[in-house]
């Protein structure tokens, strides 16, 4: 297993589950996921409640379903929530977003929050050979600052278990 093949997924993923922890309780929902620049990114309405959430506690986790024609995998992630200010990055951000038009007039909205997150560690549980790898990025990556340009960085692999 490699980057590209867990990059293939999240390419051609639209959902995903996105999970808050405030004052130790868990808060799980559907979204819609963004994958562009080697990112991943979510956006939503400033007065949801996720919104409030990510301000109060930044550390998020993910998880997506994967399919192949095998059978049915996974891709969970955890780091950290960036709710995005830069003016430039929200409009590039928005203008790669489908259904922006649809709850937005421009990226200077400020019901438009957008969300950067910095993820650390990716669990893939391979759909075709039913492995378990580990995908953790170098601590550089996690020093992100939403005022600076978008980085990315090569992360480390390794693979954790055989079957399930």
């Excluded at 799980?28 to 979510?42: Q, T």
């Excluded at 200010?85 to 438009?112: C, G, N």
Aim: hydrophobic share 30%.
């Amino acid at each position: 297993m490699n980057k590209k093949r867990l990059v293939g997924f999240l390419k051609k993923t639209e959902l995903m589950y996105l999970a808050t922890c405030v004052d130790g309780n868990p808060h799980v929902r559907c979204m819609a996921l963004i994958y562009y620049e080697n990112s991943i990114w979510c956006c939503s309405k400033s007065n949801r409640l996720k919104v409030l959430e990510i301000r109060q506690n930044d550390l998020i986790e993910i998880c997506i379903l994967t399919e192949s024609k095998k059978d049915l995998g996974s891709i969970r992630g955890n780091g950290k929530a960036i709710i995005i200010t830069d003016k430039k990055i929200r409009k590039k951000l928005s203008e790669k977003i489908p259904f922006f038009k649809a709850y937005w007039e421009s990226p200077d909205d400020d019901d438009f929050t957008l969300i950067k997150l910095e993820i650390n560690n990716f669990m893939f549980h391979d759909p075709d050979d039913k492995q378990f790898y580990s995908i953790s990025y170098p601590q550089e990556r996690r020093k992100y600052v939403p005022t600076q340009s978008i980085g990315t960085s090569k992360p480390s692999v390794s693979h954790l278990t055989r079957g399930r």
